[in-house]
């Protein structure tokens, strides 16, 4: 049992998920950004997303944002117009107590309920955890790009993961993408 919420994200969280992306930016090789977003960018960001009417969501406990996740479209070409990239981030503070798996097992039912039939999962850096959380929500290892990423003087691997989601591909859609 979690003694946090999940709900959806509004843009009056922007500036807690803005800091806890900043710390993966500045810390972590999970993100190949090199800046972190602003506020202002992260309030766009969220805007966005929810105006697609696709998932953004936050764990929450007292007020205060523990981590994030939201699912964007993986590629903007028609036909992957049924699978969907996920993104996670925890707070430093919260990491290894669950908010992690509550967020994506959340995500997964919501971007099912979006029509979306498989979801990616591009992580960066190969980052363990990250590879660990998925795995244990049913994700599977379908690829890896060497070194494509150069971050903290390193070069960095990209592994892709994929999990089916709802009836994945074992029928079809009503409608065809357009």
């Known amino acids: 049992m979690t003694d946090f ?5 509004c843009r009056a969280d922007a500036a807690a998920i803005a800091r806890i992306y900043a710390h993966h930016v500045r810390n972590g090789t999970a993100s190949f950004d090199t800046a972190p977003r602003s506020t202002a960018q992260t309030e766009e960001k969220i805007a ?3 105006g697609k009417q696709w998932p953004f969501l936050v764990a929450e406990r007292g007020g205060a944002i523990l981590g994030y996740a939201y699912a964007t479209s993986f590629r903007d070409r028609p036909a992957y117009g049924f699978t969907c990239e996920n993104s996670i981030y925890v707070d430093a503070d919260h990491v290894g107590q669950g908010v992690g798996a509550a967020l994506l097992r959340a995500l997964m039912t919501h971007a099912t309920e979006c029509g979306f039939r498989q979801m ?9 955890a990250s590879m660990a959380l998925h ?5 599977t290892i379908s690829g890896r790009m060497r070194c494509v990423g150069r971050k903290f003087g390193r070069w960095l691997d990209t592994v892709y993961m994929q999990a089916e989601l709802g009836e994945g591909d074992r029928s079809a859609p009503e409608q065809e993408p357009a």
């Open 135 to 139: 795995s244990k929500m049913g994700f």
């Open 5 to 9: 919420t999940v709900r959806n994200a």
């Open 48 to 50: 966005d997303i929810l």
């Open 120 to 128: 990616i999962a591009v992580i960066g850096g190969g980052e363990p």
